[in-house]
């Protein structure tokens, strides 16, 4: 947490849309769309985070990690 702050950066979170999720979610995990123990599905440096930003709000990545 130190090397935040010397660089000035915020680190923030926030509660999860689950409950719009849920109900696509079961068929998928069933038929092995997708893979439910998977947490991060991309990485990127952080020149690409806006990329990966985009990419969760239009459901092709999960969660991208920097």
Known sequence: M???F?????LAGG???V???IDGLPP???DDAI?????FDATTDLSAVPA???DMDG???PRVQP
Do not use: F, M, Q
């Open 2 to 4: 130190g090397s935040l």
């Open 6 to 10: 010397r660089h000035n950066i915020r």
């Open 15 to 17: 509660p999860a849309p």
């Open 19 to 21: 409950r719009a999720h």
């Open 28 to 30: 998928d995990i069933l």
């Open 35 to 39: 893979e439910p123990g998977k947490v």
């Open 52 to 54: 990966g930003y985009r």
């Open 59 to 61: 459901r092709r990545s």
